[in-house]
Structure formats: C-alpha cells, structure tokens
C-alpha cells in the first residue's frame, strides 16, 4: 500500500480520488470474490462452519479497514492536505506527496535509492522556490512544518487536526477515506447480516445445538419412559458422564457412585441433570453471544442478545432442567422402594448449575443489555423466574427424599421381632452386636452421612441430617414403648441405642447429640435394679422428662408387674 501510493501521488494531480478508486476495485473484486467462494464453502458443510466462518472473516476485514484507515491518517490525510494548503496559496511544490520518511522505514518497500532521489528532489525544489518568491517559501516553509510536526509522532493527532481544520476533540486523527472505508466493509456483509437474515441463522443454529447438547439426555429419558415402571426409576442413575470415568457405577442400591466416593464430588449421570450438560449449553450460547456483538450494528446489539438469551433460559428450563427434576422426583413416589441415595448429588449438581447460569449472565449478558433499563429488567425478571422455580422444586425433592429415607428406616425398625429384647441368656451375638434392624438402622444413615458430605453444601447437610436425625428420634421414642424388654433384653436394648447414638454422632450436629444422649439414659430404665430406678428417673436427666412418657418407658419392664417396687412409680 505504501508502494501504490507513492505512485499515484506522483503520477495523478488528484491522488486521492484514485486511491478511492483502487480501494473499491479491490473491495468488489478481489475480496469480495473471495469472502463468498469462502462462505459458499461454509455453508455447504454446515450451520455452524458458516457462522463462524462469516464472523471470523468480519473480523480479519474489520482489521484490515483499520490497517488503511491509520495508513490514511497518517499518511494520505497529511500529504493531501498540505497539497490543497499550498493550492489555496497558489503554488504546489513539488514532492509533497511523497511518502513521509517514517512510512518509508515502517514499509520497507522504498529502496534505498529513491529515498535518497526523493530527497535531493525536494531540496530542490525548496532551493528553486526560495529564489522565486520569498512569500511562497514563508508559506511552503510553515505547510513543511505543520507536515513534519505531523511525522514526528509526538503529537499526530494534533497536527493532522489542525492541518483539516478541526479541533482536537472533533473526530482528531481521522483520515479522509475514514466513512469510504467502513462502507466498503459494510458492503461487503449486508447481503448476510441485513434485515434479519443474521439473526434468523443464528437463532436457528442456537435451537439445533441446544437439541444437539440435550440429545444424551432427551434419549435416555425417552428410554426409562418407555420401560416399565421400576426400571424407568432406576434409569435416571445408568449411564454416567462426566467426573472421573464413564464406566464407574454404584456401590449398591442406595449407594454413592465409585466416581463421587473418589473425587469427593457428585457422579453425574445422562438421565438427570449434569454440570457437563449445562457447561455445553452457555459455551454454544456465548459463543453465539460473541457472533452477534460482531455482526450485528451496534444499535441492534441489546436486542439480539436480549433474543438469545430467552432462547437459553427457555431451553435451560423448559427442554432440561424441569423436566429432570420431575423424572427425580416421580422416583421418590414409590415408598416400597429403598431411596436412591445419588438423588442427594441431583440436588449439589442442580444447585452448581444454577450457579454456572448466574455467573454466565453477569459476565456474558449483563454488559450487552445492562445500558437498555428495559431489556435489563425482561432479562433479569426472565432469569429469576428460571433460579426460583428451580429452587422450589430442589426443596420439593429435598423434602421428598428425607421423607423417603426415614420412612425407609421405619420400615426396617418394623421387621424387630417381639423376642428381640428378650433373649436367651446364651445370644452372645445379641448382647456384642445389637439386633438386626438396629444394625441395619445403622449402617443406612451412615450411607445417608456419606451421601449428604459427598453431594451437598455444608447448610443443606446441617438441614437434611437435622431432619433425619428428628424424624429417628420421634420414631425411636415411639418404636421402643412397643416390646417388653428382660433384664437381658434391656442390655441389648442398651447395645441397640448406642449404635444409633454412634450414627447420629457421625452428623456432628450438637442439638441431636443431645437428644440421642437422653434416649440412651432411657435405655438404663431397663438394666437398673428397681431399687435404683427412682434415683434414676427423679435425680438424672430423664427428671426433665414429661411423666407420661417416662412411665410408658417402665412399663414396658418384664418385671413392670411382679415388682412393687416398679409398681409404686407407675402408680
């Protein structure tokens, strides 16, 4: 470019119009010819190739346009405008269209000896008009010193400014082929981005993406639906993505996936919600976000992301996340079964998700539509009602599942036989390791613990294991007034409330520990000597007791009947 202007400002009296017009050639011929072989291509392979081949072209053309609009101020701006200053006085010098000896060095295209020409040339020529006329050197010498002060790249702007006639402040710095440029790159992209034909690609390629992310998903929910009821509540938990391995697996109905115990983080699994889902889904959206800033005018900027986004949120909701959480929670329906314990990770992945959504639109949305109040306001209200609804239907789960799990457990305290807490005095196993549905108690709510530290923030593990913890206490106070309890027994018994009292301890809430520590001095009401007892219940902890319910305790005793003294506290 350097190299073709030299040219034309020293072969044509008007070098500015024939650089005009060899920009335009260049711009419809050339490039123009290529931009479409280019996009023709694209097209042909795919919706996706032709996007991101027009955006990435607009923004090579977009540089390109800033590269000549620099060339132009700071070098066919200036000489130019020297030339009509020197017109008005009425004498052109010679050589000032030359090109600036800083352009020369930058370009490397002059050769050392038209350099060396060009300057013997108008020293010349500055000789020869100092002879002529004194008053056309004064005004030659001053256009000479307004150009070179413009070269001298200290204070460019301000020259060239002065040089047009503008102030600094007024468009300073901007050549004069500054608006022909950008309408050749304008041209060259209307013909894809006009009207709405930009935006109606984009929306169409948004929507089959996002079918595309949710294909896994839509699939395996298609298929549990299909199968037979208890199959289908199974499904959600088959097929694992994400995490450490595609191929870990649960350790058991109820159980926590290998995957999670290893990382410490919630398996993910195609039949429900997924980070790695909902990650892919605000890539394509950003990704669409950045191609609409590009291609769109800038007054049209708020609206396409404002387009975009509802297509995002409508997908996010409506397509995915509503849809899984009602498949999670139509599994907690059937009571007959044990609780899939990984529902705890639906509710920490859900929950990420969420999150992953917020951080998006602040960083990717909010700078686009944040200066439009109104567009603001849709968006945000559109957002919230997305993170609400999701919110409400995690509680709902929440509340389900902890509902499951202690119902569960009351379905294991109902296999206790009535001979449990009256042993043979020779059940060793009895009197070492409590009775069976106490072990079995006890080994679930330690996989509840595990569950809720692997799946869940540390507000909603203190939330679930309070109500867990609650509901097993009301059920325990209940559960141990139905059996008549040996003196025997009564050592079981006390064997069976300190596993509980273990399991609970594991949940580190204080509150139940407390709780479980009163329950375990009830259990001592059936090893005492009856002459013990009222010592025990008038003078300890259980004194805080109501009454009532202390008695319902002692007259569980085999020797509630036979003993007077254990009559007299009864009566």
């Known amino acids: 470019m350097f190299k073709d202007w030299a040219v034309i400002s020293k072969v044509f009296p008007r070098p500015i119009d024939v650089m005009q017009q060899l920009l335009k050639r260049v711009f419809e011929q ?20 032709f996007l991101r081949v027009l955006s990435s072209s607009h923004i090579e053309t977009r540089k390109l346009i800033e590269d000549l609009q620099r060339f132009d101020a700071e070098t066919v701006t200036p000489a130019v405008t020297v030339l009509e200053s020197a017109r008005r006085s009425g004498n052109v010098p010679q050589g000032l269209l030359d090109m600036p000896s800083s352009a020369q060095t930058s370009s490397a295209q002059f050769s050392r000896s038209r350099a060396k020409q060009a300057m013997s040339r ?69 013909s894809y981005v006009a009207g709405s034909n930009y935006m109606r690609a984009e929306q169409a390629h948004l929507k089959e993406a996002f079918r595309q ?12 639906h299909s199968s037979s009821r208890g199959n289908a509540l199974l499904g959600i938990f088959t097929s694992v993505t994400g995490g450490a391995s595609t191929a870990a697996s649960a350790s058991g109905a ?37 191609r ?14 404002a387009s975009l986004t509802s297509i995002l949120l409508s997908t996010l909701g409506d397509d995915y996340m509503f849809p899984a959480l009602e498949d999670v929670l139509e599994s907690l329906q059937d009571l007959r079964q044990e609780p899939d314990l990984r529902t705890f990770g639906v509710i920490r992945v859900a929950n990420i998700a969420v999150r992953l959504v917020q951080m998006h ?23 919230n009602q997305l993170m609400s609804r999701v919110e409400m239907s995690l509680n709902l789960i929440s509340n389900k599942l902890v509902g499951a799990c202690t119902q569960w457990i009351l379905g294991i305290l109902g296999k206790q036989r009535k001979g449990d807490f009256r042993p043979a005095d020779d059940d060793y196993t009895a009197f070492e390791m409590g009775t069976q549905p106490c072990r079995q108690c006890a080994d679930y709510l330690h996989r509840i613990e595990r569950a809720c530290r692997q799946s869940m923030g540390v507000e909603n593990q203190e939330r679930v294991l309070t109500d867990v913890g609650n509901t097993l206490h ?80 002692v007259q569980m005793r085999e020797d509630g009947r036979t003993s007077s003294l254990v009559r007299q506290f009864l009566s």
């Open 292 to 305: 609409g800033v590009e291609l769109e005018n800038d007054g049209l900027v708020t609206e396409c992301v």
């Open 122 to 190: 108008r020293g010349r020529d500055a000789e020869q008009s100092a002879i002529d006329d004194d008053d056309d050197l004064d005004d030659e010498a001053a256009a000479r010193d307004r150009l070179g002060e413009a070269k001298s790249g200290v204070s460019s702007a301000v020259a060239i400014a002065a040089l047009i006639g503008r102030s600094e402040g007024d468009n300073a710095g901007v050549g004069l082929l500054y608006g022909f440029l950008n309408r050749c790159c304008d041209d060259l992209f209307e």
């Open 213 to 224: 992310t949710l294909a896994p998903f839509a699939r395996a929910r298609t298929e549990r």
């Open 30 to 49: 050339t490039i123009q010819s290529y931009l479409e072989t280019l996009l023709g291509r694209a097209e042909r392979q795919s919706k996706l190739a």
């Open 254 to 290: 109820g159980g926590v996936g290998n995957a999670s115990a290893a990382s410490g983080q919630p398996a993910e699994f195609e039949g429900t919600v997924t980070t790695t889902t909902a990650r892919m889904l605000l890539q394509v959206h950003a990704e669409a976000i950045a």
């Open 361 to 383: 639109f602040q960083r990717t949305i909010v700078p686009f539509v944040g200066a439009s109040s109104y567009v603001y306001r849709d968006m945000v209200a559109e957002k």
């Open 474 to 553: 009301r059920m325990l106070m209940e559960h141990l007034r139905k059996f008549v309890v040996s003196v025997a027994g009564g050592l079981v018994l006390v064997k069976d409330v300190s596993k509980y009292r273990e399991a609970i301890s594991s949940f580190g809430i204080p509150a139940l520990n407390e709780k479980f520590s009163i329950l375990q001095d009830i259990s001592n009401i059936f090893v005492v000597q009856p002459a013990a007892l009222k010592s025990l219940l008038d003078e300890g902890p259980l004194a805080r007791l109501d009454r009532a319910t202390v008695q319902g305790f």
